[in-house]
């Protein structure tokens, strides 16, 4: 380990007089074995950008931050990069952009590691060094929590002619318990400057999509920073609205730019830190979510108007995106029901419901500047209230199915749910066990898939996801899901509405329905099309993308976010005639472990010969097939 000192990198001269990336504090900065080959470097990145240059214009609000001397708005963003020493690399970066603060990447892709490593004994399997990715994380939002190890930006807030500006926020969340206090995370950074104001109320809702709500009485409740107290105390099941006036909204924006500016300064600058040839972004869920918004919103092009990713590889997003470039932005929020706004798709489609025609892609803002993209999902992005991912592939009201562009790729991952549970599987607020289906061996193979695209021209294994011409897609009332004894069906389920879109004229249709479009299912419930993976192509239980919440928690009817489930087959026949399961018992499917086993091996090899999975994950995968058969029959 290197002693831990500060070194000031400064841009070059020639590029000083636009230089978006002024200088990096370095903190730390240690080899991590020779094994690996890597080295790890941490600090402050700081920037200074012109609100004037068009380039910057849409950041909400950055005409009201202050400036220096130059003219230009001062930020700064943690910065942590782990870079292959020369000649490993394959000159690529991996931009893992932060969930809520979290590296994805690590865990994610070398299935385990430190978010922290000391040595190479924390990165995992070492697949992504065993590569040669450059690695790197810049923080971009601004309301994470104080944590250890959670990366932040640092961004000035917006005023009104240096007079602080107030607006109200509001935010909603479903109580799981009967508790009199209730800490609103998602508006964590936003304390009530006028808590006994006449801003404030507090609404209770039968559900988050209920129109009909009740207004609480002002003397039961009460708002203190960002946590609200009810003297009866918060039903469980029911929802609840607040709003209260707050102060001071930082220009959350900046966080598209700290993304765009580390970028291009890695892969322009030949004095950074980490000089990479072609730089890649990375995003689960929120950061997926990000990813989507910050091609939308223009940001892949930079001040000089280069391309910033040459790919994009956005996970576990839908149709959604993100409400970062606003005032009062409220990024941590789940997005469940208010992250989805017209346009969904990537090409150019006509609005039924509001009259404008636009795509994710093809817009003025992305321009000539649209880059390679892989969308990944699972079935809790198409069932999930308001992430609706059906709507990438089909047209607006979803009736048709849209072709691709030629630089865009959609794979859906049947059988699993929005983030793989731990394995054995257990039950946590939902009606049955977690679904632990493992899709991480998948996208291991289509990192490598993009790579190849973007580096050699390679064409990527072809889309797979459900369509409306082969029936493989169908409106949620019409999926054949089977009759399984105390499982409650899904087709009753809605979408919920869209979100006003503020780049186009009158929001784009804000509060339009949206369709809920689903896989179709086979006679055991499990998905038809997608990527079948061996445990859900030779399964020995249902998985789904949904997951009703539990009745201790309230609300039975509504689904538990972001969780699917297991529902297991019976072990044999009479087991399931005994409770009356129309789903085939796992002895009448199998003779023997071996017999499955070799089915498994079967469908694993059809996946690595089409480049859906690697061969060397092989032995891995069937060890997991062999625990779930263990699990399953000794059960």
């Known amino acids: 380990m290197r002693p831990t000192y500060v070194v000031l990198a400064l841009l070059a001269s020639s590029g000083a007089a636009r230089a978006e990336v002024t200088r990096v504090e370095i903190a730390r900065r240690a080899d991590l074995g020779v094994l690996s080959g890597y080295e790890k470097i941490v600090g402050t990145i700081h920037f200074a950008v012109d609100p004037k240059d068009p380039h910057n214009r849409m950041v909400v609000d950055l005409d009201k931050a202050p400036v220096n001397a130059s003219g230009r708005v001062e930020f700064s963003s943690d910065l942590y990069i782990l870079r292959p020493k020369a000649p490993r690399g394959n ?28 040595t190479e004994n924390d990165l995992g399997d070492r697949f ?58 998602d508006l964590a950074m936003y304390d009530a400057s006028d808590p006994d104001g006449s801003d404030s109320s507090l609404l209770a809702c039968p559900s988050m999509r209920a129109n009909a709500c009740e207004g609480l009485r002002r003397d039961t409740w009460r708002v203190r920073g960002h946590t609200v107290t009810l003297d009866t105390g918060f039903e469980p099941g029911t929802t609840y609205r607040v709003s209260y006036r707050a102060a001071n909204p930082p220009v959350a924006g900046l966080g598209f730019v700290a993304i765009r500016d580390t970028t291009a300064w890695l892969k322009h600058q030949g004095d950074a830190l980490a000089p990479v040839r072609f730089a890649y972004g990375f995003g689960s869920s929120q950061s997926g979510r990000f990813l989507r918004s910050f091609i939308y919103e223009g940001f892949n092009t930079d001040e000089r108007d280069r391309q910033v990713f040459d790919a994009v590889f956005a996970h576990i997003a839908g149709a ?29 489609l006509a609005d039924p419901v509001s009259g404008a025609r636009e795509g994710l892609l093809a817009n003025p803002r992305t321009g000539a500047h649209a880059p390679k993209v892989f969308y990944t999902n699972t079935p809790v992005e198409y069932w999930g209230a308001g992430r609706v991912a059906a709507l990438v592939h089909t047209t607006p009201e979803g009736t ?77 009332s019409s999926v054949a899901f089977p009759a399984i004894p105390g499982v409650a069906s899904p087709r009753a389920l809605t979408a919920g509405t869209r979100m006003a879109n503020p780049s186009l004229p009158g929001g ?50 509504e689904l538990a976010p972001l969780l699917g489930s297991t529902i297991p087959f019976a072990v044999t026949r009479p087991d399931r005639e005994k409770t009356r399961d129309p789903r085939q018992s796992i002895q009448e499917r199998y003779k023997s472990r071996d017999e499955y086993l070799a089915r498994v091996e079967q469908v694993l090899d059809a996946l690595v010969l089409k480049g859906y999975l690697i061969y060397d994950d092989g032995p891995r995968i069937l060890q997991r097939a062999g625990d779930q058969w263990d699990l399953a029959v000794d059960r």
């Open 91 to 118: 000159g690529a970066a991996l931009v893992d952009v932060l969930n809520r603060g979290n590296k994805v990447v690590l865990n994610g892709f070398n299935r385990g590691g430190s978010p922290d490593p000391e």
């Open 128 to 185: 992504l060094m065993r590569f040669g990715y450059t690695l790197v994380w810049v923080g971009w939002e601004f309301d994470v929590p104080d944590r250890p190890m959670a990366m932040r930006i640092h961004v000035p807030v917006a005023t009104d002619q240096g007079n602080p500006i107030t607006g109200v926020v509001r935010t909603a969340w479903t109580a799981s318990a009967n508790a009199k206090e209730f800490v609103v995370a």
């Open 320 to 348: 959604s995106r993100i409400n970062l470039n606003e005032r009062w932005s409220k990024p941590t929020a789940l997005g469940a029901y208010n992250a989805t706004a017209f346009p969904f798709a990537d090409a150019s």
């Open 508 to 557: 784009a249709g804000p509060g339009a329905s949206l369709p809920l479009l689903v896989p179709q299912v086979d006679e055991d419930g499990n998905e038809r099309a997608g990527i079948r993976l061996p445990e859900v192509a030779v399964p020995l239980a249902t998985y789904t993308g949904w997951n009703f919440r539990k009745p201790e928690i309230g609300a039975p009817n």
């Open 400 to 476: 048709a199915d849209v072709p691709l562009p030629e630089n865009v790729r959609v794979y859906f991952i049947p059988g699993t749910q929005h983030s793989p549970s731990r394995f054995p599987p257990a039950v946590t607020s939902g009606q049955h066990g977690d679904n632990a289906v493992e899709y991480w061996w998948t996208m291991r193979a289509l990192l490598m898939a993009m790579h190849k695209w973007v580096k050699e021209g390679v064409a990527p294994p072809p889309s797979q996801y459900p369509r409306l011409q082969d029936r493989t897609l169908v409106p949620a």
